[in-house]
């Protein structure tokens, strides 16, 4: 497998069950995270995957010049970008009236502004490789919910961006979806996954549903693609 394939916020949670994926299927993968300790960890275990080749980069997305060194890094390396998958997100909860100026931009920032960085970056080499955009927004972005204004705003916002994006570089041959998740078994927001969480879409199926995505036959786009727990608990026959 000579496709490479480039993650951000690939250390933990759905980025890191994506990686994982990858790598048993033989991809060349590089992810991020924020700091360098942070990516060194999660390296050291994904090389304990006997397949495909790994790189830890640091890079924050909200900083389009730490995205742009990022993909130099990548092709300094393996001298090609064929996949982008923009997963990198924060959730800040909040009323509206309780929300701070902070909270609202660090959301916006990561979850939307973030992305943009991420795809712009990542364009010009994609050109080369008719490659494929995908970016991680959630069910929250067609869904809204209370608390919700910041974390709302940047899905919905993510999604209408990235279906946006797939009509400017289709005619490039480059393939573009946006996954939407419901509930996950992750860290986010400080959760702690357990056995709890047994009912949740899993990272490691995010994975499956991506390297599905890769195997598509070119013709076909989903272009957007909802995902939700088969039996959440408020389904459950009482």
């Known amino acids: 497998m000579n496709k490479v394939v480039y993650i951000t916020g690939g250390s933990k949670g759905i980025g890191l069950g994506i990686a994982e ?15 360098q300790k942070v990516i060194d960890e999660a390296v050291t275990e994904l090389k304990k995957i ?6 830890g980069i640091q890079s924050n997305v909200r900083n389009y010049a730490d995205e742009e060194y990022a ?3 990548v092709l300094d390396k ?17 009323a509206i009236d309780e929300m701070s100026t902070e ?17 712009k970056a990542s364009i010009p080499a994609l050109k080369k490789s008719k490659g494929y ?27 209408g961006f990235t279906q946006a994006v797939m009509l400017d570089v289709r005619p490039y041959e480059i393939k573009t979806t ?5 509930s996950v078994a ?12 047994g009912w949740k879409i899993q990272p490691e199926d995010i994975g499956q549903m991506v390297v599905d995505l890769l195997k598509m036959n070119p013709r076909t786009l989903p272009s957007k693609v909802e995902v939700r727990p088969t039996v959440p608990p408020s389904a459950r026959k009482k």
Not at 108 to 115: A, E, F, M
Request: hydrophobic content about 45%.
């Open 21 to 35: 994926s990858l790598l048993k299927e033989g991809y060349k993968v590089a992810i991020t995270a924020r700091t």
């Open 50 to 55: 006997d397949k495909g080749e790994i790189l």
């Open 71 to 73: 993909i130099q890094q």
């Open 78 to 94: 393996w001298g090609q970008l064929d996949v982008c998958i923009a997963n990198a997100g924060v959730g800040k909860f909040a």
């Open 103 to 119: 909270d609202w931009n660090a959301v916006i920032d990561t979850n939307l502004t973030g992305v943009f960085h991420t795809v």
């Open 133 to 159: 955009i995908m970016t991680i927004a959630s069910l929250a972005g067609t869904n809204f919910f209370q608390r919700g204004a910041a974390y709302n705003a940047s899905k919905f916002g993510l999604v």
């Open 178 to 182: 946006t996954i939407m998740p419901g």
């Open 186 to 197: 992750t860290y986010f927001n400080g959760h702690v996954p357990s056995a709890a969480d």
